[in-house]
């Protein structure tokens, strides 16, 4: 079972290749007042290597926001509201993040994207 495990882990370590994006001795990704990802070569990398890096990213927005008046800007959204676990967190920022003083801005080329990411409901609200 152990080596199972690690096995499993390998593919995430620096000897792996997603180690030089989730392996490090400390966290290296310091966010600023204006921070950019480009995630389209990461949403074409598959779902070992998607989902693990957007939980991380997720996680330290997430913890960016302090109550001061922030924007989440999605361009390209389409791309974003395709993918299920990027859906869901948008739906979940869209319902929870006015609490924190947080808007999220979503730009497409379509308003169709939109209509056709299952999201249609939060996004009218």
Known sequence: QMREIKDALHHYTVDGPMGQLLDAEEDGLSLRAFQCFEVEELMNMGERNLVPVLTYLFRRIEKRLTGAPS???????????GHPTFRDKIREWLKVLRKANCAVVLATQSISDAERSGIIDVLKE
């Open 71 to 81: 924007l989440i800007l999605l361009d390209e959204a389409w791309l974003m509201l």
